[in-house]
């Protein structure tokens, strides 16, 4: 578990973050969600321990974060930022393999396992046979899976996104979220995702998080969370909330 306690945050002397409480088990599927300039990417750093808070305490299962090393951190966080750039083009098998980094020694190239453990992952998200493409020639939609199979082959208890599916067509995020669910549930890991759909974020997440100006305003169950009352308070509009036939989940509809 990780666990915030009065955590705030400044860049300079503007607030980002104020005394914000909260705690993330290490299961179930967590969605992020709130206006521009709300924090959450400052949230997220500072759970991986990119930025020390002003004021406050993370614990990860009970020891002071920024007390781990940087490979402790990531056997157990993997992060999936919104887009990765880099000097050099790598294949996806190249760019998954790099999910077994926190594992090698000093001078140590990659085994027969960590190759094992990357073509399963890439068969499990359907890229087997991309495995030698570039990442440069992949869709949007392509390429996300490519970064989730990395994340799973680092075999870490945490994974992260920051808004991962922003850029993405509809079929796209659709297929992010069914997998993300999946693996939540079948391997039993804690997901964080940043969004801004919340009737996606609805109907697929156990559980979601609503902040604004640098305040936590909810912690609970998508259907508590998509009240009108808390989306008012979230964005300053009324919206008007109906069940989802499908999912049973409240949705936001649209006039």
Known sequence: MIELQNISYAYG??????DVNLELPEHGFTVLAGPNGAGK???LYLLMAYL????????????ELHKYSRTELARIIAFIPQELHSE????????VLMGRFPYLGIMQNYGEEDKELALGALEQMN???L???FVSELSGGEKQRVYLARALVQNTRFIFLDESLSQLDINYQLEIMRLLKSISQTQDKAILLI?????????YADRMLFIKNGKLLY????NQAMQSSHLDELFGIKLTVARNPISGVNNIVYP
């Open 88 to 95: 050099f083009d790598y294949t996806v098998l190249e760019t």
């Open 195 to 203: 969004s801004h759909n919340l009737n996606l974020a609805a109907n």
């Open 13 to 18: 002397t503007q607030d980002i973050l104020q």
């Open 131 to 133: 495995k030698d493409r």
């Open 219 to 222: 912690a609970g169950s998508p």
């Open 41 to 43: 990417s400052t949230l």
């Open 127 to 129: 890229l087997l046979d």
């Open 52 to 63: 020390k808070p002003k004021t406050g305490s993370i614990r990860l299962r009970g020891r």
